[in-house]
């Protein structure tokens, strides 16, 4: 159990960036997801946190400790990797063991810790096999007691369950974060799945291009996300990029005028919505929204929910998604709608800086 | 500015390393360059003596004919090798893995063996020359270029036939299968779709074959006749009896290094474009042919694999023959074992030492050098890796002559010691057992390491324990061909060996020079059979993989 600060931390490869200027803050106990598209610098920064990556400039301190110059064998953090990193000439018992061996435990302690662990991750009855007669999945459950049998103060993951089948990695999440949080143990998740960031996780950090984009909460990263690259990345959204904005605060959707009290006083903004946001042939219930009739070009059934694209007059497209749709009355391409688009839901963002302004309410 | 990565073991042993090459190779073969540009009773600086090299006819005819074998050595090692491949790769040939063996074999026995073989066999006196001659058949001399050229071929073929096989048998069968369905012949598809497919493997093998026939001292030495290459040439000028001359020594390895450096960097430039393999889907099947066709596809295979390994059998056989004194009298002894052991049992002592001294410091510091190379790519490690390209570039000959040339003064006193030799040896052949570890650091994830790491164990524990016993399999191949080729190093020995540290290779040599055919296939057999276990077990090891062996 450790609090972790990341302060200015800086990692260049040649001319690239991969960190600029990274500053974090993890608190004790806590489960945090570092989420971005592969290259935006979260493989990176778990690894200088591991000590594996020597970073060119900033501190990471582990409870107020700067830990920049201790080797990575000293930092005390238990590591799981994508490839699950399995010793392949040691039973998994020995495998579990392997920490505690080198940091010179007694032999009956190491015996009792690691059949704790190993009944912890299910793995009990398979102690003496070797990990080629293993899953995927449970070779996984090797790497997770592995690092957590050592009791580290912080566990880093680096996606752990991308190797893994869908149902698989559903069924792992939830036990590594039941064992995380059984334990307290301070742990730093890298993952480019949005889902399993926001399912998993005490709060998210969205990374892109070697920066932090936003640190909150699932909720509150989903709900308000801070720039229109978290915007697009967590979940979907329709934008409509870099609209002109009248002295008064109008925007022109689709041929609509509609006034976003948000926008006064500035000149440009792109506008989001969610697909689920939009409200199709629905009852209007008086609120402002932006209100225009659109075809129906592709109707997509996917059990649970209705995925829609739709155009307007002046082919501007829209992206609409309704949940639990009706198996008979599946729209068909050419059929018209009335496409609403509530006020309170849209987002409102910078087209120069990508900055959130706000919500259009 | 914060953390660095901390000088850790591995810089360490990067570093020293890299001062063990300075001192093994750089400096002796900057003696070897300086001494080229050195007047040899002045002692002043002069291009004299490349102007002779490069000018008068005797230097001349040694760079052509060196040339002529070179080229020779690689035609006829291809036009064996890319036959045999594709008879084997392509039809149903039975006993494959056999044939593959024998040419392993042929591969690692030494050259000067198969020369000497072949003189016991086509020389003045030789057994096949003398039953043709009973029924008034003369065949042509063995000396000269027809016999070089003879052994380079049959010697080095394998080299062609185990990395065209190689590549024959990873062509997606579909590329060949589209070739019929677009109406080409049997002929047609094999010069114009598969050949050229594995056209990067053949000029692979191809080159690598003339880099090592230029490179070769004992086989023109022994069936040369008159005909004098830059091998031969450079040693006879250093030991000449009239006090050498090491100026012209030094200038004709200079050129040596030059031609094979050209040839080896063409090399591997092929080598590096040679990424024709496609998605393989799967292995093409062998095709059955005609009873005809059949018979004579057998026929060749066969044929050819029996020429190549006839010479061990010849020596192996010769070497039961009863003698008497240097000549053989009818029946089978073991006489000549009974010699050998009587009159130089030290050869085998000192052959089988040097070989494992020399084969455990290279397994140790080949091993942390393939970590190095594959873990840790930086500037260091980069000059690390080019210095190891130079073994491959410098003849046997030319490296003896720079370990004389360096290590005949204070501060490294070595000449005449055993020590010069297994020093030769380790860096001679190192490259192989890094090769051999780099190779199979590539299929062990470095993230077994971190996790190590991750768990409290230092990068030396963490290789210790995690990635050395995974690369076991890598590293004792890669020992086990250091052996054999150590083992049966005869030019380097040769210029630096005096009467207490003499190996087998050089007794075998200068029996052979003697007349001494007994000792000579004797000590030979003790050879072959070393060597012969040890590929044994690389095959063992390798999960019988011959191209391990090339």
């Keep these: 159990m450790a609090r972790v600060d990341i302060e200015e931390v800086v990692k260049t490869y040649g001319n690239v960036r991969a960190l600029d200027g990274v500053s974090l803050s993890i608190a004790s106990g806590e489960f945090f997801t570092l989420l971005g598209p592969s290259g935006c610098g979260k493989t990176t920064l778990l690894r200088t946190i591991a000590g594996f990556n020597a970073h060119d400039g900033g501190h990471i301190r582990v409870d107020g400790t700067p830990i920049d110059d201790v080797a990575a064998h000293r930092r005390d953090m238990g590591l799981v990797y994508q490839d699950y990193a399995i010793f392949p000439h040691m039973t998994v018992s020995e495998n579990v063991a392997f920490g505690l061996v080198t940091r010179r435990k007694p032999r009956a302690e190491i015996e009792e810790r690691v059949r704790r662990v190993l009944d912890l991750v299910q793995l009990g009855p398979l102690a003496d096999r070797l990990p080629q007669a293993l899953s995927g999945g449970q070779q996984q459950r090797v790497a997770l007691a592995r690092a957590m049998v050592i009791n580290p103060r912080i566990l880093l993951m680096d996606e752990p369950l991308s190797n893994l089948d869908a149902k698989l990695r559903i069924e792992l999440r939830e036990d590594i974060r039941t064992l995380q949080r059984s334990l307290g143990i301070t742990t730093i998740y890298v993952t480019h799945d949005q889902e399993e960031a926001l399912v998993v996780s005490d709060r998210v950090c969205v990374m892109h291009q070697g920066r932090v984009h936003q640190v909150a909460t699932p909720p509150e990263v989903y709900a308000r996300p801070a720039t229109l690259f978290v915007a697009s990345f967590v979940g979907a959204m329709n934008l409509f990029a870099d609209l002109a904005v009248d002295a008064a605060g109008n925007v022109t959707v689709a041929g609509v005028r509609l006034r976003v009290p948000a926008l006064a006083g500035r000149t440009r903004a792109t506008i989001g919505i969610r697909p689920e946001d939009v409200v199709l042939d629905g009852p209007d219930d008086g609120a402002p929204s932006l209100s225009f009739d659109a075809k129906v070009e592709r109707a997509s059934f996917a059990g649970r929910e209705l995925l829609l694209r739709l155009t307007a007059a002046d082919s501007t497209g829209l992206a609409a998604n309704s949940y639990r749709p009706d198996p008979s009355a599946v729209p068909q391409p050419g059929q018209h709608a009335r496409a609403r688009l509530p006020l309170s839901r849209l987002h409102a963002f910078d087209p120069a800086t990508g900055a959130r302004i706000g919500t259009g309410a | ?550």
């Design chain 2, 1 to 550: 500015m914060s953390a660095r990565r901390p000088r850790d073991f591995w810089t360490w042993v990067l570093v020293a390393v890299l001062a063990i090459l300075a001192v093994l190779l750089v400096w002796p073969l900057a003696g070897i360059f300086k001494a080229s540009l050195t007047d040899n009773r002045s002692g002043a600086f002069t291009f004299a003596n490349y102007v002779r090299v490069l000018t008068q006819p005797f230097f001349q005819t040694a760079l052509t004919n060196t040339l002529i074998v070179g080229i020779g050595g690689m035609l006829g090692a291809t036009l064996i090798g890319v036959p045999l491949a594709v008879l084997t790769t392509r039809f149903a040939i039975s006993g494959r893995n056999f044939l593959s063996t024998v040419a392993a074999l042929t591969l690692v026995s030494p050259p000067f063996i198969g020369a000497y073989a072949w003189i016991m066999m086509l020389g003045r006196n030789g057994f096949v020359r003398a039953a043709f001659e009973d029924i008034g058949i003369e065949i042509p001399s063995i000396y000269g270029f027809f016999g070089i050229i003879l052994v380079f071929s049959l010697k080095f073929y394998p080299f062609v036939f185990l990395m065209t096989s190689a590549a024959l048998r990873t062509i997606n069968p579909t590329l060949e299968e589209a070739a019929v369905g677009l109406g080409a012949g049997p002929a047609r598809r094999l010069f114009q779709v598969t050949l050229p497919l594995v056209t990067p493997a053949i000029t692979s093998g191809a080159l690598l074959t003339f880099v090592l026939s230029i490179a070769d001292f004992g086989t023109p030495a022994i069936v040369g006749g008159r005909v004098r290459v830059l091998a031969t040439t450079a040693f006879n000028l250093f030991t000449s009896e009239m006090g050498g001359n090491p100026g012209l020594a030094s200038s004709v390895s200079a050129l040596l290094i030059a031609v094979s450096a050209a040839v080896v960097v063409l090399q591997r430039w092929w080598a590096a474009r040679r990424n024709v393999e496609s998605a393989l889907v799967r292995r093409p099947a062998p095709r059955r042919l005609g009873p005809l066709a059949s018979l004579g596809a057998h026929a060749a295979c066969y044929l050819i694999a029996f020429a190549g390994f006839l010479p061990s059998l010849v020596v192996v056989w010769t070497s039961f023959r009863k003698t008497s004194g240097p000549v053989f009298v009818p029946g089978f002894g073991v006489d000549s074992y009974a010699k050998i052991l009587r009159e130089v049992p030290q050869v085998i002592g000192n052959s089988a030492i040097y070989s494992l001294v020399a084969v455990a410091l290279i397994t140790v510091v080949g091993t942390l050098v393939g970590y190095i190379l594959s873990r840790r790519q930086t500037r260091l490690s980069a000059t690390l890796d080019a210095g190891l390209m130079i073994p491959y570039l410098v003849p046997g000959v030319v490296l003896g002559l720079a370990f004389t040339v360096a290590f005949n003064a204070w501060p490294l006193e070595l000449t005449g010691t055993a020590t010069i030799i297994v020093l030769m040896l380790f860096v001679r052949r190192l490259p192989y057992a890094v090769r051999s570890s780099a190779t199979i650091l590539r299929q062990i994830r470095g993230t077994i390491e971190e996790a190590a790491i991750s768990l409290g164990a230092s990068p030396a524990r963490a290789f210790a324990k995690i990635t050395l016993p995974l690369m076991v399999p890598g590293i004792v191949s890669g020992a086990l061909m250091s052996f054999i080729t150590a083992i049966n190093e005869l030019s380097s020995s040769l210029i630096l060996y005096v009467g207490r540290t003499m190996t087998m290779p050089v007794r075998i040599y200068l029996s052979v020079l003697d007349g001494e055919f007994g000792t000579a296939a004797a000590l030979s057999t003790i050879l072959l059979a070393a060597t012969g276990i040890a590929v044994y077990t690389v095959l063992h090891v390798s999960g019988r993989n011959e191209s391990a062996l090339a």
